[in-house]
């Protein structure tokens, strides 16, 4: 068994920062508030992330690191509005397989917490321990018993900024939620949790700026249009604004992050069209439309998405950032 999850571990886990985030995506669906995530070395000798979330029962530890062992789908209806969120209970026994791993956690009402070692896919014993209402994930030498995937790690400053990347795109998402970063002991990034779920830096923590800077806070241009059962929101950086932004476009389809040439192709083209500028805009947008009518599992890690109607998702962008720009210019 320890084999299939190292072979299902060649699809979820990557590099550290897949780690991260299904270990960070795990305590949101716990319904955690904050998230601290402490690394060493880029996340390859540590990855530490701890939540105030629900919690596990003791007895359900052992099963949250066994193949498909999934609380999250209770019906077939429920599989569907899972199937957005990723592979179905495969990531922590996939990440147990190839790391040094404990799981830690303690529910409202529990005496104490209760603490679970898996090393190299080989179960421990469920042990009590101290622990605040929540779950810790350690992660420690990932891959020391795979070397072949362990050669393919890049170095601490590559695989580190893998990870910041994608808290940054998660944070933008998730104003709502503290992120607190370390790396090697030193604290190295706070995302202070104050905003509304899909409005950052509508509220006073100021999501944008804390993510994207706050010359781009400054001059990034409100967006918001609906129509067609189309909801677009988010900002679009004015050309005063002057840093090389090709690394600034993050777009969200009904909350995920993911990448799209056809609507990449309608912002850059409203840009062009209204500023006369060749530039690459930096934005951050929001796209919330009826969930049947995009389809979400063409790609295995979930970054790209088919709309049903792409032209007409292509022209409602392009209007709604045109005609946004075009009014700054009257
Ligand atoms: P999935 O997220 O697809 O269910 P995972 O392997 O990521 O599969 O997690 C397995 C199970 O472990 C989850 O369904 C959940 O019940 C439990 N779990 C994992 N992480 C947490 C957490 N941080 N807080 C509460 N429960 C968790
Ligand atoms: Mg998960």
Do not use: C, M
């Amino acid at each position: 068994d320890t084999l299939v999850n190292q072979i299902a571990a060649g699809e979820v886990v990557e590099r550290p920062a897949s780690v991260v985030k299904e270990l960070v995506e795990n305590a949101l669906d716990a319904g955690a508030r904050r998230v601290d995530i402490d690394l060493e070395e880029g996340g390859v000798r540590l990855i530490r992330i701890r939540d105030d979330g629900a919690g596990i029962a003791p007895d359900e530890l052992p099963l949250a690191v066994s193949r498909h062992a999934t609380s999250k789908i209770a019906s077939l209806d429920d599989l569907e509005a899972v199937a957005t969120l990723g592979f179905r209970g495969e990531a922590l026994p996939s990440i147990a397989s190839v790391s040094r791993f404990v799981l830690s956690s303690r529910r409202d009402g529990d005496v104490h917490g209760t603490s679970l070692q898996v090393d190299g896919g080989k179960l421990g014993e469920a042990a009590p321990t101290p622990h605040q209402r929540g779950t810790t994930v350690v992660v420690r030498d990932l891959f020391y018993n795979v070397p072949a995937r362990r050669k393919f790690l890049r170095a601490e400053r590559t695989e580190l900024g893998h990870i910041e990347e994608w808290l940054r795109s998660l944070a933008l998402a998730r104003p709502d939620v503290e992120l607190r970063v370390s790396h090697n002991g030193k604290p190295s990034r706070r995302y202070k949790g104050d905003g509304q779920p899909g409005l950052p830096g509508v509220s006073s923590g100021d999501r944008l700026g804390e993510t994207l800077g706050e010359e781009f806070a400054r001059h990034a241009l409100r967006v918001e249009h609906e129509g067609a059962g189309l909801r677009l929101h988010g900002w679009i950086a004015q050309p005063v604004y002057s840093r090389a932004s090709a690394d600034q476009q993050y777009l969200y389809v009904n909350g995920r992050s993911i990448r799209d040439r056809s609507v990449a192709h309608a912002v850059k083209q409203a840009y062009a069209d209204v500023l006369f500028h060749g530039r690459q805009p930096a934005y951050v947008l929001f796209l919330e439309l009826d969930p049947t009518r995009v389809d979400v599992n063409v790609h295995p890690a979930k970054h790209e998405v088919r709309f049903r109607d792409a032209r007409l998702v292509h022209d409602f962008v392009y209007r709604t950032l045109h005609d946004a720009l075009a009014e700054t210019r009257a």
